[in-house]
């Protein structure tokens, strides 16, 4: 065997069995860190069913047309084919590598549909999807002509809507930190907040406590009732466990699941818990690649239950979730959003880069950062539903022109549900702007109850309720005192709920007319009582002008 051949040898099978060596090493001397399910990923996702492959035959072609025109330098048709196999097989790559963002997007836009309330006048934020569009075709009233396609049916936004929430976001935040107690290198994973009311009842938010370091395992779930203080189920005696998402080396819940479940993939914002009685159970839907034209994507695979077994962690992995079986949800939130995402494909790569087509969530400083993938639970069916109201892509309006429906109670591994997208006619009344809901509300609170917002109260998170009807919440130092339902198209009164029944010390009820407070002292009264008198006095001089003649 000649020095060159071996050499040529050499370059071929370097860079596997580097690949295997590093896969080996991490598989026998150190499996609890999971680093050899990332080289598995990757075999997976890149060289089995992306474009990996190519660029590895590109690889090997450049080291044959080297050892040809090295060796067989009077046969140059060998040299030639091998560097024309080269270059075949970086094309080939390239095109699969510029085309892995559109592939992505027909896979998600592929379980999603739009409904319109008239399909022969189609809303302006769906011109771009629907002009010359095939109709009646794949079950669509109108098939987009694009590179990927969006399909356009006829439906209407349920006019029931969701159960309302009995408390906010940030105050649940303020009221579940306040649960771990004093319990030492144990806090609140902020991101697992969830909102339970899978099961009909008046609902409640969770979050999971978790442990940190080599020792401390997982603490518990607290749970918060939208009033009071929030209660706990621990992870001690007949419960206990060994393991936390925060911990390291053998405390390593992460590490632990890498293990026993290599491809399956979570994300802490789709972690939740809750109590079964005294038993707390922490949840994970969780992910996996799934070949998809030249590549991989990212597909629900069931959920993981954890549970404490006396000082052991238990493990039960679920591929498919019917309705109703948890109290929360099973589809990841991450998919979910992902799926919203993509919608901008929906009308082709050239509409989506050039003219923005497409939805996002809204941005506005009203809603606290919570803005898209509410869990709500539907009035009529029951079901839980990821629900995101959505502004026009690349706007910087506030105008919610869509809403955005997936169902959350139900996964099967490796497929999408649905997503439902409803958008809503231009001339429609529940096309409503945020930020003016927001300041209607402050208006009415005003003139209403003066002395909820001038005490410190602040106005934070509208969800909806249904269309038109939206909830927010009054709280004082992260503590949930009034709800507030409001009708964008003003078409109900306003309701303002207090929910302080604690006995704690909290701002007084609103009572008495809207000017009660202008009878007082100026030096007595706040800025927003003087300004609130200010217009009671000018609309009353305004009423006491004699009408023209």
Same mark, same amino acid.
């Given at each position: ?11 071929v ?6 690949v295997?060596?590093?896969w ?8 609890g860190?999971g680093?050899q ?56 790559a ?35 999807? =629907?002009?010359?569009g095939?109709k ?5 009233a ?8 969006? #399909? ?20 649940a935040g ?30 409640s938010? /969770? ?9 401390v ?6 749970e918060w ?11 001690? $005696?007949?419960y206990?466990i ?20 290599p ?11 809750y #109590? ?27 959920v993981?239950t ?10 039960d992995?679920?591929r ?15 998919? =979910? &959003?992902?799926? *919203? ?9 050239e ?20 803005? /898209?993938?509410y869990?709500?639970?539907?009035? /009529? ?9 959505m ?11 869509a809403?955005a ?6 996964v ?26 927001? &300041?209607?509300? *402050?208006?009415?609170?005003? &003139? ?22 939206? *909830?927010g919440?009054?709280?004082?130092n992260?503590?949930?005192?009034? *709800?507030?339902?409001? &009708? ?29 407070? #202008? $009878? ?13 008198? =200010? ?15």
């Amino acid at each position: 065997m000649s020095n060159g051949f071996r050499v040529l040898i050499a370059w071929v099978i370097t860079p596997p069995l580097l690949v295997g060596a590093y896969w080996l090493f991490w598989a026998v001397v150190a499996p609890g860190f999971g680093r050899q399910n990332g080289v598995e990923a990757w075999w997976y996702n890149v060289f089995l069913h992306g474009n990996g492959l190519w660029w590895f035959l590109a690889y090997v072609f450049a080291g044959l047309a080297v050892y040809f025109g090295y060796v067989y330098y009077e046969v140059w048709f060998l040299t030639g084919l091998c560097v024309l196999l080269m270059i075949g097989s970086l094309g080939v790559a390239g095109y699969f590598l510029v085309n892995l963002d559109k592939n992505e997007g027909r896979f998600y836009t592929g379980a999603t549909t739009f409904y319109v309330h008239d399909p022969e006048h189609v809303p302006s934020a769906l011109h771009l999807l =629907a002009d010359g569009g095939a109709k009646n075709t794949d079950g669509c009233a109108i098939k987009g002509r694009h590179d990927v396609y969006g #399909c356009l049916r006829q439906g209407d936004l349920p006019s029931a809507g969701w159960d309302p929430r009995i408390g906010s976001l940030d105050g649940a935040g303020v009221a579940l930190s306040r649960a771990t107690g004093d319990v030492q290198a144990v806090s609140l994973r902020t991101e697992t907040i969830t909102y339970l009311n899978g099961k009909g009842d008046n609902g409640s938010w /969770s979050g999971v406590l978790d442990g940190s370091g080599i020792n401390v395992p997982l603490g518990g779930v607290a749970e918060w009732s939208g009033q009071g203080s929030a209660t706990q189920c621990t992870f001690t $005696g007949d419960y206990g466990i060994d393991r936390a998402f925060g911990g390291s080396r053998r405390n390593s819940l992460p590490n632990l699941l890498k293990e026993r479940f290599p491809l399956i993939a979570y994300s802490m914002g789709d972690v939740w818990g809750y #109590c079964d009685g005294k038993e707390p159970i922490v949840v994970i839907p969780v992910t996996t690649p799934i070949p998809w034209t030249h590549r991989t994507v990212d597909a629900p695979a069931g959920v993981i239950t954890v549970r404490g077994d006396h000082g052991r962690v238990r493990l039960d992995y679920l591929r498919d979730v019917a309705p109703g079986t948890l109290p929360g949800p099973v589809y990841p939130k991450s998919i =979910a &959003a992902h799926q *919203r995402t993509e919608t901008k494909w929906a009308a082709g790569r050239e509409y989506m880069n050039r003219n923005h087509f497409g939805f996002d969530p809204a941005h506005s400083g009203a809603q606290s950062g919570n803005v /898209s993938e509410y869990l709500l639970r539907d009035k /009529s069916t029951g079901r839980l539903q990821w629900v995101t109201p959505m502004t026009l892509r690349g706007s910087t309006s506030e105008l919610f022109v869509a809403y955005a429906i997936i169902p959350a109670d139900e996964v099967h591994r490796g497929s999408l549900n649905a997503q439902s997208v409803y958008a809503l006619d231009d001339s429609d009344p529940r096309r409503i702007n945020i930020d003016n809901l927001d &300041a209607d509300a *402050r208006s009415w609170l005003a &003139a209403n109850a003066g002395t909820v917002m001038s005490n410190g109260g602040k106005l934070v998170e509208f969800t909806p309720i249904d269309g038109d009807t939206w *909830r927010g919440f009054v709280e004082f130092n992260g503590r949930v005192a009034y *709800r507030i339902d409001i &009708a964008a198209s003003r078409k109900t009164p306003v309701q303002l709920v207090r929910l302080d029944d604690t006995g704690d010390t909290g701002p007084p009820a609103p009572s008495g007319p809207p000017n009660a407070d #202008c $009878g007082k002292a100026l030096a007595s009264l706040t800025p927003a009582q003087l300004a609130q008198c =200010a217009k009671v006095f000018v609309d009353e001089l305004a009423n006491r002008q004699p009408a023209p003649r």
